[in-house]
């Protein structure tokens, strides 16, 4: 049996100017529906097990100090943690670096991390 892994690719987080026509290309094109209807930020799911697609247009004002990483044409993975603490730990003790600390935002708790090679990945825990 394969062994879990400590972060999973949970959603993919797409930024773009043309929020309605990036909607309607995904989910005419690729067949997925929306999952979660949040205004401003519909997440698309893929498939049974995929992980979703998030649509988040450049700039957004309700994102704050995170609204730097929403840029059109660069796509922002988000990982799964069951321990955002351990996972930011593991970054930095592997030569990464932190971006942005961890917050909660609503219900999970967020941080923006980079590896080595300056790829940003977003950290995402459930409650915690």
């Known amino acids: 049996m394969a062994k879990a892994n400590p972060c999973n690719l949970v959603?993919?987080?797409?930024?773009?100017?043309?929020?309605?026509?990036a909607q309607k290309f995904y989910t005419e094109t690729f067949g997925w529906c929306v999952d979660i209807d949040i205004p401003g930020y519909p997440i698309m799911g893929t498939g049974d097990g995929g992980a979703q697609v998030g649509l988040?247009?450049?700039?957004?004002?309700?994102?704050?100090d995170l609204a730097k990483f929403w840029k059109t044409g660069k796509a922002m993975p988000f990982l799964g943690t069951d321990d955002i603490n351990a996972t930011i730990a593991a970054v930095e003790g592997n030569g990464g670096k932190v971006l942005t600390p961890k917050r909660q935002k609503g219900p999970v708790s967020v941080a923006v991390v980079q590896d080595p090679w300056e790829n940003?990945?977003?950290?995402?825990q459930f409650g915690g």
């Open 56 to 64: 988040m247009w450049e700039g957004n004002p309700d994102s704050g």
């Open 11 to 21: 959603d993919i987080t797409v930024p773009q100017v043309a929020h309605s026509e």
């Open 120 to 124: 940003q990945w977003f950290l995402w």
